[in-house]
């Protein structure tokens, strides 16, 4: 019997019964058995999966998580497992003139056998491969095997074989990981980070299925929108997987429904024809919904079918396209040579700030991150008007439906390849592997509207320059292998692929600085070129005169430990302790606890009570504390320079990528969001500090208190000045906007939006922190003409002199700006000094009341006797978030929401809520009195 496997949109598509017909086998699922020959073990598995979460299901292993069972399991990553299974084919699957073993993904060195018979290879995680199973099938019974050999095993064995060291060796002792991933095309956090464990999986991590047909099937196809001068042009290319022997002749149909533009023609394709590109033209009367970052415009996205007929032979894929331009702008920022370049994006013409953070892999086992998960994490980021995501370049090259959501997000995606903090092999077979990942990787994603730049590695032009690896003796043997990889091997097949975006060799780098400079720059994190990495964790970051001024900060972070309510999940209550073997098992980070506690001692006390148990838990909220206000004053301080160009030519910074958003494991890391999906501290704090209006309070190099009005997702327009220095300006007037193709009335709405939200007024208030009543209230008047201004500026020694606060220990600001229309769009707060010198009072801060609002929302009334500092709410138990958290409560009682995931029961909510402030940190045994 035929089976017809996709379902057609397309007209002219039919089910060719009685003809040749294409039919998929899908091997995916639970029939599949685990297995280890040496060991002895058999379990039942499933795929995609890995043999970690199978030996979980067959009770073989507990919660890889718990504990320091990542050590104790480290056998499991050291065995060769092999994935088998029975399944049974008809005749036309067997009869078929072309029968295909599609496997999309293997983890990592497979050979794969079928009815005993060898039938490939495989040895890069990040390629598909298809193997040709004609006559070797038989109708009924057959037998599938895939053996995978330890890809730790593999990579100490590559290690051996090759001429030379390609370091680094091993990860730190704290990570508990393995040697040389560098050897192996794997993902490379697979062996331990420094925030996450060693799990170095085997399995199939993807689809996989037979494809039984009789000549020819589509197997790739993608599609790049440009602008070609007026009009929108959507490049199509599709490729065939062709039979061997002969040409074979059949019909291509394309078609975007949405503009009523198809393609339809009679094509003749072979083993060496077997592609084809289209190009279709947007006519120009056809208005064309634009895709917009994350707060900018909409996110249309549209259909686009390709099919191809011959004979039976039907296959279709179904790509969503959006329209948009997206430009890396490196040009000159003055007359002067040495001020360097600019570099930032523009999309549809308008220079566009970057808000974001960097993403790692959800899981160390893929097969456990669901559509769920990514909608649960990529929302928490759009959330908080993130509009910007470093896919980072030692996971892997995430899912289609990863993709997919960012798209309609609108998160722009800046994309490494997979390498990352490494030096790496460049023999012959190693380069071909990584010539077919990247094309087939940058193939598959290319179509993505969100994806806006391709990067090389992540930090390997830093490592290599700043001889992170000691390597000065052997220079220019492993600056040989890094241009032979990232330039002669990758930039070719990257530029051949993609020619609508930029290939940077390295994240970060000097952009066409780093180019000209043969690929490694002499100051390879400049603050004149690219963008840049920081982490300084000597220096005090709540203040913003410890930062640098570069063009863009594609990562800096802080650790924090991640919620303890996470923590208790795989941890013993015997192990909460700040010296405890499993605490420091989790750091992965060397002397990672003794630094954040060095952090939090300049700012806070840190806790010094009898009980050991209480003391960790307030030690992980102190450290919460300090990554969301170092981030904070860190992140402030990047937006607040976009529209600044110093006289040494700084400045000009349009772009603050967090380290990092999310988390692999239950661990103190740099992450925003935890393994269990709580916010933690930081991640509240985005939502203020990436907030479309930001009021943002600094402490100006003579000490003076400064306030910047930052505006965001509005039309900036470049300004060369008459000495040719580059700035930034608001959008003044339509015809600059439809030059740049924007419609007359999407212009329109944007410089309406301009008008809105350029002027208003702000409030700033001091208060004691004795009296829930301001001292005294300036207020400014504000007309802003760049995205990034100051509007208010004075010296401590005024504010306190206008306002009768005894010293900056007793006072803090609060800060309001209102629009034009008096609509509050911003408030913001700044302690006048660091919470521990300053004189607050003991506030007792209480939950008033909890009361149901539906069956999704809770309102909580939090209730304090004295303003009282980072209010911290948790909930055990119950998956959701708060509206505010970790705030101010300058107020005697203040109402806040919790958006439940579930469907929430108000009595169990009510007995889990905590509350809590700084002056709950246990200091001593002593009682403080007020
Ligand atoms: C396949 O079938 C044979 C015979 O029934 C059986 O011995 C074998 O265990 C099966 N293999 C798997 C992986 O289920
Ligand atoms: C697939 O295998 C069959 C049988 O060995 C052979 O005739 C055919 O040429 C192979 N196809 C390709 C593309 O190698
Ligand atoms: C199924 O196929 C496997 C492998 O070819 C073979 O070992 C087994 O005996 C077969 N089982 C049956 C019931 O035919
Ligand atoms: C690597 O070489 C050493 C020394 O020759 C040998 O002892 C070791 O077994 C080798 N390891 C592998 C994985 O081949
Ligand atoms: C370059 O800029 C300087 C001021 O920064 C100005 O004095 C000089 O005239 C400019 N030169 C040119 C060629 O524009
Ligand atoms: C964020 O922006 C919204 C809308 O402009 C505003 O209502 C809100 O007060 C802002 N939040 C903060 C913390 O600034």
Redesign the pocket.
């Known amino acids: 019997m035929s089976l017809c496997m996709f379902g057609y949109t397309l007209a002219l598509a039919t089910c060719w019964l009685g003809v040749q017909a294409f039919v998929r086998v899908d091997l995916s699922g639970d029939d599949w058995v685990v297995s280890e020959k040496t060991k002895g073990i058999r379990v039942p598995g499933k795929v995609p999966g890995s043999m970690y979460t199978a030996l979980q299901d067959g009770g073989i292993i507990q919660d890889p998580l718990y504990r320091d069972n990542d050590v104790t399991y480290s056998w499991v990553g050291r065995g060769d497992w092999t994935y088998s299974r029975?399944f049974s084919v008809t005749s036309d699957v067997v009869k078929a003139g072309q029968v295909w073993l599609i496997c999309e993904g293997l983890d990592t060195i497979a050979t794969v056998i079928v009815?005993?018979q060898e039938v490939g290879q495989s040895e890069n995680m990040f390629v598909w491969s298809a193997f040709n199973l004609s006559g070797i099938l038989?109708v009924?019974?057959?037998?599938i095997e895939v053996n995978f050999k330890s890809a730790v095993k593999e990579a100490a064995a590559r290690t051996n074989k090759s001429d030379y060291d390609i370091p680094p060796a091993c990860p730190q002792a704290a990570q508990h990981g393995e040697c040389h991933v560098n050897q192996i095309r794997k993902e490379q956090c697979s062996f331990s980070w420094d925030w996450g464990p060693s799990f170095p999986t085997q399995g199939i991590w993807k689809p996989i299925y037979i494809d039984a047909y009789g000549r020819a099937v589509i197997r790739e196809a993608a599609a790049l929108v440009k602008r070609v001068n007026t009009q929108w042009q959507v490049d199509i290319e599709v490729y065939l997987d062709v039979d061997n022997e002969a040409e074979v002749k059949g019909r291509l149909d394309a078609a975007i429904r949405d503009f009523n533009l198809s393609f339809s023609q009679d094509l003749s394709f072979s083993k060496t024809k077997n592609s084809f590109k289209i190009n279709l033209i947007v006519p120009e009367d056809r208005e064309v919904p634009l895709w917009w970052p994350n707060g900018y415009g909409n996110q249309s996205l549209f259909d686009l079918e390709v099919l191809f007929t011959s004979g039976g032979d039907t296959s279709s894929k179904t790509l969503r396209i959006g329209f948009r331009t997206v430009e890396l702008v490196q040009v000159p920022v003055s007359n002067r040579t040495e001020h360097g370049l600019s570099f930032y994006y523009k999309i549809n013409g308008i220079p566009v700030f970057l808000k974001g953070s960097n993403w790692i892999p959800a899981d160390s086992f893929q097969e456990r991150i669901t559509i769920d998960t990514l909608r649960f994490l990529l929302g928490s980021a759009a959330n908080v008007s993130i509009n910007s995501l470093r896919v980072w370049g030692g996971g892997v090259y995430e899912s289609e439906e990863f993709y997919n959501l960012c798209d309609e997000l609108g998160i722009m995606i800046w994309q490494d390849l997979m390498f990352s903090v490494a030096l790496y092999p460049t023999y012959p077979e190693f380069l071909s592997s990584v010539a077919t990942e990247v094309s087939q990787q940058v193939r598959r994603l290319k179509s993505h509207a969100s994806i806006i730049v391709w990067a090389g590695n992540n930090e390997n032009e830093s490592a290599l320059k700043q001889n992170w690896f000691r390597i000065t003796s052997n220079y220019s043997r492993y600056y040989d292998d890094y241009v032979k990889l990232y330039v002669t091997t990758i930039k070719p097949i990257v530029e051949q692929e993609d020619s609508t975006r930029e290939y940077l060799t390295s994240s970060p780098s000097n952009g066409k600085e780093t180019e000209k400079e043969g690929y490694i720059a002499q100051d390879s994190s400049s603050q004149l070129y690219g963008d840049v990495h920081f982490y300084d964790y000597s220096v005090d970051q709540w203040n913003a005169q410890s930062f640098r001024i570069p063009r863009m900060a594609t990562e800096y972070g802080v650790q924090a430990w991640c919620n303890n309510e996470s923590l208790s999940r795989v941890l013993e209550p015997s192990d909460l302790s700040m010296e405890s073997e499993m605490v420091n098992h989790r750091q992965h980070h060397p002397n990672g606890n003794q630094e954040m506690a060095d952090e939090v001692k300049v700012h806070l006390n840190l806790p010094g009570s009898s009980d050991e148990k209480s003391n960790f838990v307030d030690f992980i909220y102190l450290t919460q504390i300090n990554q969301a206000m170092c981030i904070r004053t860190q992140s402030e301080h990047y937006r607040r320079y976009q529209s600044q160009l110093l006289p040494d030519g700084r400045g000009l910074t349009m772009g603050a990528l967090y380290w990092q958003l999310n988390d692999i494991w239950q661990a103190p890391t740099w992450a925003s969001i935890d393994y269990e999906g709580s916010w933690k501290m930081l991640h509240y704090y985005a939502r203020s500090f990436f907030n479309r209006t930001l009021i943002s309070p600094y402490r100006l190099k003579d000490g003076s208190v400064d306030v910047f009005l930052v505006l965001d997702q509005l039309p900036v327009v470049e300004v060369r000045g008459s000495d040719g220095t580059l700035s930034f300006r608001l959008a003044n007037n339509i015809s600059e906007l439809v030059k740049l193709g924007l419609s007359a009335s999407e212009a329109s709405e944007k410089l309406q939006a301009v008008k809105e939200a350029s002027s208003g007024s702000l409030r700033v208030q001091i208060y004691d922190y004795i009296s829930f009543n301001p001292l005294h209230t300036w207020t400014v008047k504000y007309n802003l003409k760049t995205a990034a201004e100051s509007v208010f500026t004075k010296s401590v020694s005024d504010l306190l002199a206008e306002s009768g606060c005894p010293s900056a220990e007793n006072c803090l600001l609060h800060l309001t700006a209102t629009d034009s229309d008096g609509l509050v769009v911003s408030t913001n707060w700044y302690p006048l000094a660091y919470p521990r010198s300053s004189k607050l009072k003991p506030a007792q801060v209480k939950i008033a009341s909890v009361t149901r609002a539906n069956e999704h929302t809770v309102d909580i009334e939090v209730s304090s006797d004295a303003i009282a500092l980072f209010v911290w709410l948790s909930v055990d138990n119950v998956r959701g978030h708060f509206s505010d958290n970790g705030f101010l409560l300058f107020t005697p009682s203040r109402r806040v929401r919790f958006y439940a995931s579930d469907t929430v029961d108000v009595g169990y909510f009510s007995s889990h809520l905590r509350v809590r402030s700084v002056a709950d940190v246990k200091t001593s045994d002593v009682p403080i009195v007020g």
């Open positions: 029975n009815n005993g038989q009924g019974n057959n037998s």
